[in-house]
């Protein structure tokens, strides 16, 4: 899904591993996937696309 918000728009991802910390590991072991923009976490657990896209401002559908 994000490689295709990727085709609509310009972001920079950044992909933590939670189990190289043990902080984050406890703090994000039952919530992942987790998408966290501008500092503020936007979605965490299962995530459908239309909520995805919204999150990143893209409103088109898929396909």
């Excluded at 950044?14 to 966290?36: G, N, W």
């Excluded at 979605?43 to 995805?52: K, Q």
């Amino acid at each position: 899904m994000l490689d295709d918000i990727a085709t609509q728009i310009d972001y920079m991802l950044t992909e933590v591993d939670i189990r190289s910390d043990p902080m984050l590991f406890a703090e994000y072991r039952y919530r992942i996937p987790v998408i966290i923009i501008a500092a503020t976490t936007l979605l965490e657990g299962r995530i459908e696309y239309p909520t995805l896209a919204r999150a990143f401002g893209v409103y088109g559908q898929k396909g």
